[in-house]
Nanobody, 126 residues
């Protein structure tokens, strides 16, 4: 069982930056591929970025590529999402997720993830 707690959300002007953190419980954090997803009001949850177990591989959605960077620190049981050049359309609740799959790569499908955080709100004003 893994518990995930996101933090770092808030209100920011367009063009600004935020860094989200997701702290995980447990001693096996390094065995989980991790991902970030978001859900805007009235829209379906969408994939944002994913990172492999050792952090060697990352993958981002086209909508955030070049602006958002996912990283992890396995010693701190934490995954991060650095968000730069934020746009109003980035406004959403952001969730981190952990996959129990024995997989060395990155996972972009939300249905594969087993554990989810409670989410943190990001609001970008124009």
């Amino acid at each position: 069982q893994v518990q995930l707690v996101e933090s770092g959300g808030g209100l920011v002007q367009a063009g600004g930056s935020l860094r989200l953190s997701c702290a995980a419980s447990g001693r096996t954090f390094s065995s989980y591929p991790m991902g970030w997803f978001r859900q805007a009001p009235g829209k379906e949850r969408e994939f944002v970025a994913a990172i492999s177990r050792n952090g060697g591989s990352t993958y981002s959605a086209d909508s955030v590529k070049g602006r958002f960077t996912i990283s992890r620190d396995n010693a701190k049981n934490t995954v991060y999402l650095q968000m730069n050049s934020l746009k109003p359309e980035d406004t959403a609740v952001y969730y981190c997720a952990a996959a129990a799959a024995q997989f060395m790569g990155v996972i972009s499908r939300g249905s594969v993830y087993d554990y989810w955080g409670q989410g943190t709100q990001v609001t970008v004003s124009s």
